[in-house]
């Protein structure tokens, strides 16, 4: 594959992470800041007092005219909906500052992991489809029809087809050494942002760790000032510092499945790569 094209699928990658990044920070921040109650329209005080308007209609005789009980505002958040912000909030205050760096590892774990996904995605490729296509094209077109096929498929296993098939004229040993460059060059696409996620699966707990023993040192240090220690104080700075902890290991875990399942779908294009490559240089022989 030229270097050319190699460059652009860096850069769209790296602008994919970017957009992660950011579309991840600002979800984060529209579930933590609590939208503001709206101001109440100003109404009458339900109270069992006249208005003046009333005293006068019942000083002439006339009924007292009822006053119209205002419209309930539309809009308005519900209380359920308030109290789960206010919650989340009031988690992520009592966690202390360690909380913030365990939020930023949050963050670029979720985007390496949705940039993962889309990239191995779209590298998917039906390798058998693919190799009946480029075999046909090399009996039929020759060496620059089965090139073409290759330009026009995404994927791995269609960008070492093509390094090999570039250097057909200049033997069997050229067409190997340019699948095996080729083959090292997708590795390192298809792997980049692992070396993140892998800091992020070991980062996090030690973050929470790190959380839960000054959260505890500070727990001590309230029971040394206080004069009379009850169960409620240790156990309300106990419960409090674990919730480094807890986000620490929370977000650590689900990283984990996922650098795992990233592994594996490497793996297997790593074969598929292998089987192709094989494969090819044996047509190649056959052709010639």
């Known amino acids: 594959m030229p ?12 602008r994919a992470l970017l957009g992660c990044l950011l579309v991840g920070m600002v979800g ?17 005080p339900a109270t069992g007092e006249t208005s003046p308007a009333e005293d006068v209609n019942a000083a002439a005789g006339g009924e007292p005219q009822a006053t119209p009980a205002p419209a309930q505002e539309a809009g308005t958040e519900a209380p359920a909906q308030q109290e789960r912000q206010s919650a989340i909030i009031d988690f992520f205050v009592k966690g202390g500052i360690y909380m913030w760096p365990l939020l930023a590892c949050a963050v670029a774990g979720l985007a390496v992991i949705l940039e993962r996904f889309f990239t191995l995605h779209r590298a998917k490729t039906n390798t058998r489809r693919l190799m009946s296509a480029v075999v ?12 073409e096929i290759c330009m026009n498929t995404r994927g791995p296993i269609a ?10 004229e200049h033997g069997p040993a050229a ?8 083959g090292a060059v997708e590795m390192a696409f298809l792997s980049r942002g692992l070396p993140v996620l892998s800091s992020v699966i070991s980062v996090g707990p030690m973050l929470g760790f790190l959380g839960t023993v000054s959260g505890m040192i500070h727990a001590f240090e309230a029971i040394a000032a206080a004069e009379q220690v009850s ?3 240790v156990a309300s700075g106990i419960s409090e510092a674990l919730i480094t902890t807890l986000a620490g290991l929370t977000i650590a875990i689900p990283a984990q499945l996922a650098y795992n399942y990233f592994l594996a779908r490497i793996d297997g294009f790593v074969i598929e790569m292998e089987e192709t490559s094989v494969e090819l240089l044996d047509t190649l022989a056959d052709v010639r």
């Not at 984060?28 to 109404?43: N, R, Y």
């Not at 046909?136 to 090139?147: D, H, I, M, Q």
């Open 136 to 147: 046909s094209g090399l009996k039929e077109k020759g060496v620059e029809g089965a090139k």
């Open 28 to 44: 984060i921040w529209l579930a933590a800041v609590p939208v503001g109650a709206q101001e109440e329209p100003a109404s009458s």
């Open 231 to 233: 169960a409620k104080v």
């Open 3 to 14: 270097k050319e094209k190699l460059r652009m699928r860096g850069e769209n990658r790296t």
């Open 175 to 182: 067409v190997e050494k340019a699948i095996e460059n080729s």
């Open 159 to 168: 960008a070492i087809l093509h390094a090999g098939l570039t250097k057909v």
